[in-house]
């Protein structure tokens, strides 16, 4: 019962909006992209998750008037950054984090905007990429490990801020264009032309560009660091050929497509491709 709801929601909630374009396309775009930018579930810690967040020193910075939790777990070596993904959270990350921490690196993570302990109640992978930044400035990582969208949003703020201390860089399931992003959401809600052209508009205007300028492929080409890309093969979120397109780009990077293992890349041989990249 559950399932066939998740199904049916999206397009009750994209004809709604249809309905509403015929009056007002403008404020019908906006509720669509305030819907676009709004974690649902996922991002909130349990008491299991929260036992392993403990064991961290945590911290509190600051973007734009907007708390940044992070997570750090001490060690002597080089630091490194995990970014966790849409309606996710640093938990995702318990079995690398600890492997990694038990090899003495120091581990640090952190919790997107509107997810988990951080502030703000909307997402985007550009605000995500702010987050990283101020992250970064305080942590100085020389790695950063990010999955999903928190992959996107690590190129963006590595293509912007082309920090020199960063030397390796692993994306998991990362999207590459923001186009597609933007179009399955459209078709998962069934959008019409009004709403689809309005959410263009409306990139623009917040963010000075097109959709088409965010592209972690393009954005790749402008990034001097050692690149690991890991893609499942039956990936139903992100599709593989976007893992293909960034590697054809990101001119010292390996590309290592997995089967079975879906979106979340779970499984200890990915891990250990993470781990070895890391150590090399």
Same mark, same amino acid.
């Given at each position: 019962m559950k399932k066939t709801i998740a199904k049916v929601l999206p397009k009750i909630i994209g004809n709604g909006l249809n309905a509403v374009s015929y009056i007002s396309p403008k404020y019908a775009s906006a509720k669509a992209l305030n819907i676009f930018a709004t974690p649902r579930q996922g991002s909130k810690f349990n008491d299991k998750q929260e036992a392993f967040l403990n064991t961290a020193?945590?911290?509190?910075?600051?973007?734009?008037?907007?708390?940044?939790?992070?997570?750090?777990?001490?060690?002597s070596k080089d630091t490194i950054l995990f970014v966790h993904g849409w309606e996710s959270n640093t938990f995702r990350w318990k079995k690398l984090i600890t492997s990694l921490h038990q090899l003495d690196y120091n581990i640090?993570?952190?919790?997107?905007?509107?997810?988990?302990?951080?502030?703000?109640?909307?997402?985007?992978?550009? =605000?995500?990429? #702010?987050?990283?930044?101020?992250?970064?400035?305080?942590?100085?990582?020389?790695?950063?490990?990010?999955?999903?969208?928190?992959? =996107?949003?690590?190129?963006?703020?590595?293509?912007?801020?082309?920090?020199?201390?960063?030397?390796? =860089?692993?994306?998991?399931?990362?999207?590459? #264009?923001?186009?597609?992003?933007?179009?399955?959401? %459209?078709?998962?809600?069934?959008?019409?032309?009004?709403?689809?052209?309005?959410?263009?508009?409306?990139?623009?205007?917040?963010?000075?560009?097109?959709?088409?300028?965010?592209? %972690?492929?393009?954005?790749?080409? #402008?990034?001097?660091?050692?690149?690991?890309?890991?893609?499942?093969?039956?990936?139903?979120?992100?599709?593989?050929?976007?893992? #293909?397109l960034i590697s054809s780009n990101f001119k010292n990077s390996k590309l290592i497509t997995t089967q079975g293992f879906g979106h979340g890349l779970r499984d200890d041989s990915v891990n250990k491709a993470v781990i070895n990249f890391i150590k090399a």
């Open positions: 020193n945590q911290h509190t910075l600051s973007y734009d008037n907007l708390d940044i939790q992070t997570y750090n777990w001490k060690g640090v993570a952190l919790d997107g905007p509107a997810h988990g302990k951080s502030g703000g109640t909307q997402f985007t992978a550009i =605000m995500y990429s #702010e987050f990283i930044n101020v992250v970064a400035r305080h942590y100085n990582p020389s790695a950063i490990i990010g999955h999903s969208v928190g992959g =996107m949003s690590t190129v963006f703020y590595q293509h912007k801020y082309q920090n020199p201390d960063l030397t390796k =860089m692993v994306l998991l399931g990362a999207p590459s #264009e923001f186009t597609e992003v933007f179009k399955n959401y %459209v078709n998962m809600l069934g959008l019409n032309k009004r709403i689809k052209n309005g959410l263009n508009k409306l990139v623009i205007e917040r963010f000075n560009y097109e959709p088409s300028h965010f592209s %972690v492929a393009k954005f790749s080409k #402008e990034i001097n660091v050692q690149g690991l890309i890991i893609h499942d093969r039956g990936d139903k979120i992100i599709n593989h050929d976007e893992a #293909e």
